[in-house]
């Protein structure tokens, strides 16, 4: 997923602090910038906690949401890379 366009939702970096997106992270991925488990464990984290911060509980936004931290925290516990 891209970064939110402003012409989509106009307040969103101004509710949003900490913008980050599936894209960013691709790069980050790609520039090695994850050094650790921990910082890639935590981007993913804010993207669920910005979601959920910008939009009401029962959109489809936030139930694609949960359903995506569901499934990432699935493939980690499976990959090891956190405990079961």
């Known amino acids: 997923m891209e970064p939110v366009k402003k012409s989509e939702a106009p307040d969103y970096y101004e509710i949003i602090r900490f913008p980050i ?18 910082l890639f464990i935590a981007d993913l984290q804010r993207i669920i ?11 489809e936004y936030c139930k694609s949401a949960n359903t995506l931290e569901k499934f990432f925290y699935f493939k980690l516990k499976d990959g090891g890379l956190i405990e079961k």
């Open 21 to 38: 997106d599936l894209k960013t992270m691709t790069e980050r991925l790609k520039n090695r910038y994850y050094v650790t488990k921990k």
């Open 49 to 59: 906690t910005n979601c959920r911060e910008y939009n009401p509980p029962d959109s």
